[in-house]
């Protein structure tokens, strides 16, 4: 997955922005403010933190060892760093749908409803 596409996959999802709160070239993706995605699109090689479940994160961490890593500059429970080339396209967009899905899910029921009808 180019750096592109990742940024096209991000965006893709209901009520997406990308924002550079931190630096100019650390994008973050958020769906209605709040963060699902976080990566240096330059960055060689291509990484993406993203939040996951923690009996999750500890099980890829150990199934994908050095390729999926505790988030950096993150709480390392609930988030992962991502090396996207090394990784198959189809489970990146996975774990990103995922850590989307888990940020929506933590919103209030009236924002939830508001994406539903988006």
Known sequence: ????????LCLSFNATVEDFPFTPQTSVFK??????????????PLT??????PEDAIRLRR????????????NKRHWNT????ELPDRMVKELVEDS?????AGLPRAERLRLDRA
Not at 65 to 72: A, F, K, M, R
Not at 82 to 85: F, I, L, N, S
Not at 100 to 104: A, P, Q, R, S, T
Request: net charge negative; charged share 20%; with cysteine.
């Open 1 to 8: 997955m180019t750096p592109q596409e990742l940024r096209a």
């Open 31 to 44: 769906v209605l403010g709040k963060m699902f995605a976080l990566s240096h699109l330059d960055g060689q």
């Open 48 to 53: 993406v933190n993203l939040k996951c479940d």
């Open 63 to 74: 199934e994908h060892e050095g390729l999926i890593v505790p988030g950096w500059h993150m």
């Open 82 to 85: 991502v090396t996207v080339a």
């Open 100 to 104: 989307y899905d888990l940020v929506v």
